[in-house]
């Protein structure tokens, strides 16, 4: 097998770098601190993490007449935060979010509830905030209690370092075993987006632990819709290990400032590269792949066969050591179907050399002859690296 070198910084150019993103014409990248007008954001530490990191982080709205729009993980044992967001938040007018990394906050039972009240409470007071217009989120270890000691006592420092050059501090207050920061924000036709995002393990659509936060002055109507269009081809189509994370959340808040409407196509792109970033960072990856599946019965075939063929661990360790073995799709693709007869598959409907000639993104597509349904996945190689990790998370 070749040897691998796991990323340790982001690939080399700009913020969109991935070949399979389509980026707006037009577009002037700022100073990723920077927040669009109306925003103001921070980071602080408060020990959750140890060693003096920063843990605790806040995104401020000062538009009252906000819109906004929050999608949370489908994960059936939920974190304490998602049961708040879902249950006690006005869900169409956000005006703030606060953040801690270190710590999920799930399993946590009727305890882990009343600590993520308590945070919002008090960022909510601090900023004269209702506390049903503060959104909660978490990540890090499940299964331990939170110390609000700690979170609470650094709920002022928070409260007054929000600025409107915050970006940084808050998008490294959203880490935990990321590599790298994934944040931007930049201007097209007058209208400015800014974005954080976290997530290298625990990925999987719905939604492939990963957290978003999305900024834009722009006047945004239906931001349910806007949203959930752009996760659905963003972040639901990613995996890195097959794992449905307890406390996924994405939240986007649009102040109308600029008076203008979002320029199409900038939220897809954006979240595209975000997901793209989530998979590039997949705790010791090296390499992305991107798989697309056709003539399937229909969407939901393709998808279910796409998923099965990127989550293989034999076709993710082929990727990493640059073998096309297309016989590995073949066998994730009929236990996919198990039960059916799709016949025999072989390179005549398997396209897999990408993976041998590709750089750090490689392709490799399979087409039934069962229908028109199609889908796409993209994901990461599996290297030793994850498995140090993950044996190690809490040790």
């Known amino acids: 097998?070749?040897?691998?070198?796991?990323?340790?910084?982001?690939?080399?150019?700009?913020?969109?770098r991935s070949k399979w993103v389509d980026a707006p014409s037009g577009i002037e990248f700022q100073d990723p601190a920077v927040l669009p007008e109306g925003f103001r954001a921070g980071g602080v530490a408060c020990g959750l993490k140890g060693g003096g990191a920063?843990?605790?982080?806040a995104v401020v709205c000062d538009a009252e007449e906000i819109t906004s729009a929050i999608l949370l993980t489908a994960n059936a044992a939920a974190a304490?935060?998602?049961?708040?967001?879902?249950?006690?938040l006005q869900q169409d007018r956000i005006r703030a979010v606060i953040v801690n990394s270190g710590n999920a906050n799930a399993s946590t039972g009727e305890q882990g509830i009343r600590d993520a009240l308590a945070m919002r409470e008090a960022l909510a007071t601090e900023l004269g905030l209702g506390p049903e217009t503060v959104a909660v989120a978490e990540t890090g270890v499940i299964g331990v209690p939170m110390d609000m000691d700690a979170v609470l006592s650094g709920v002022g420092g928070l409260a007054s370092s929000v600025v409107a050059d915050g970006g940084i501090g808050f998008s490294e207050a959203i880490m935990t075993t990321d590599k790298w920061p994934k944040r931007v924000s930049l201007t097209v036709d007058g209208v400015t987006l800014s974005a954080q995002a976290k997530g290298a393990g625990m990925i999987e659509p719905g939604f492939a632990t990963?957290?978003?936060f999305i900024q834009t002055d722009a006047v945004v109507g239906d931001a349910g819709t806007m949203l959930r269009r752009a996760v659905d081809a963003s972040f639901e189509r990613i995996t890195v290990d097959g794992q449905m994370s307890t406390n996924d959340t994405v939240l986007f808040q649009a102040s109308g400032s600029s008076g203008k409407e979002l320029p199409a196509g900038l939220l897809d792109a954006v979240l595209l590269q975000l997901a793209l970033e989530v998979v590039s960072d997949g705790e010791g990856a090296s390499r992305v792949g991107r798989v697309e599946v056709s003539g399937a019965a229909d969407e939901e075939e393709a998808e279910l066969v796409a998923r099965k063929i990127a989550n293989s661990p034999l076709v993710k360790t082929a990727l990493l050591g640059r073998d096309p073995n297309w016989g590995r799709i073949a066998q994730a693709a009929g236990q996919a179907l198990a039960g059916q007869d799709i016949g025999e598959l072989g390179p005549d409907v398997i396209e897999a050399g990408d993976i041998a000639e590709g750089g750090r993104e490689a392709e490799l597509a399979l087409r039934l002859e069962r229908g028109d349904g199609g889908a796409h996945v993209f994901f990461s190689d599996l290297t030793h690296e994850y498995i140090v990790i993950n044996a190690e998370y809490t040790t």
Not at 80 to 88: L, Q, Y
């Open 1 to 16: 097998m070749s040897g691998y070198e796991s990323l340790s910084v982001p690939p080399e150019g700009d913020f969109f």
């Open 54 to 57: 920063t843990d605790l982080g």
């Open 80 to 88: 304490a935060p998602i049961r708040v967001c879902r249950e006690k």
């Open 210 to 212: 990963m957290l978003c």
